[in-house]
T-cell receptor
Framework: DVKVTQSSRYLVKRTGEKVFLECVQD?????MFWYRQDPGLGLRLIYF???????EKGDIPEGYSVSREKKERFSLILESASTNQTSMYLC?????????????????????FGEGSRLTVL | AQSVSQHNHHVILSEAASLELGCNYS??????LFWYVQYPGQHLQLLLK??????LVKGIKGFEAEFIKSKFSFNLRKPSVQWSDTAEYFC?????????????FGTGTRLKVLA
């Protein structure tokens, strides 16, 4: 089974602190994603990465950065945490999907999620 | 703006009632569609997906969904719900060029099934 592991289930930080959220997947997936989940807003994409050292902004990248130094690890960084960043953060991974190739046939397109990291910023 | 809309935010049903959760998207072109479920205290997991072919897709635990291209809809259905179906359900669209796609999720529907 694919396993996506997020290092911290619960964190409490103070405004202005630097926060690192770590995510590791064990299935050699190329694509990795960071979402935040808020009641009534669903899941919103912060950043994603389709290869080592590559990153793309999602819909709400402001106040966040990411790092992908190794294929299996994707880190989310809050340079200076603020109270409006209190949320549940979800990491996910997926196989790469390229139209017209064997990967398209083999790939279910499924996202595999971690358990989530609940961050509270005081 | 392009989006994924789920019309029902909270749904309460009795066991054995039928379920239909609405999902509409506003993206043009080819899309792949998904329903994910999050049971209380658990991580999100795939319920079913549509890529191509038969627009009526079947997933796990008796769920099914119908893709209606003309209506930009992908509604989730189950003929008879159980108490264990209590969960939050998310519709999602996979969109983007080959290799660098992203998933856009709806706001979710919380389903509570009364025993």
């Amino acid at each position: 089974d694919v396993k996506v592991t997020q290092s911290s289930r619960y964190l409490v930080k103070r405004t202005g602190e630097k926060v690192f959220l770590e995510c590791v997947q064990d299935m050699d997936h190329e694509n990795m994603f960071w979402y935040r989940q808020d009641p009534g807003l669903g899941l919103r994409l912060i950043y994603f990465s389709y290869d080592v050292k590559m990153k793309e902004k999602g819909d709400i990248p402001e106040g966040y950065s990411v790092s992908r130094e190794k294929k299996e690890r994707f880190s989310l960084i809050l340079e200076s945490a603020s109270t409006n960043q209190t949320s549940m953060y979800l990491c996910a991974s997926s196989l790469i999907w390229i139209r017209g190739t064997i990967q398209e046939i083999a790939n279910t397109g499924e996202l595999f999620f971690g358990e989530g990291s609940r961050l509270t910023v005081l | 703006a392009q989006s994924v809309s789920q019309h029902n935010h909270h749904v309460i049903l009795s066991e054995a009632a039928s379920l239909e959760l609405g999902c509409n998207y506003s993206y043009g072109g080819t899309v792949n569609l998904f329903w994910y479920v999050q049971y209380p205290g658990q991580h999100l997991q795939l319920l079913l997906k549509y890529f191509s072919g038969d627009p009526l897709v079947k997933g796990i635990k008796g769920f099914e969904a119908e893709f209606i291209k003309s209506k930009f809809s992908f509604n989730l259905r189950k003929p008879s719900v159980q108490w264990s179906d209590t969960a939050e359900y998310f519709c999602a669209v996979k969109k983007g060029p080959s290799g660098t796609y992203k998933y856009i999720f709806g706001t979710g529907t919380r389903l509570k099934v009364l025993a």
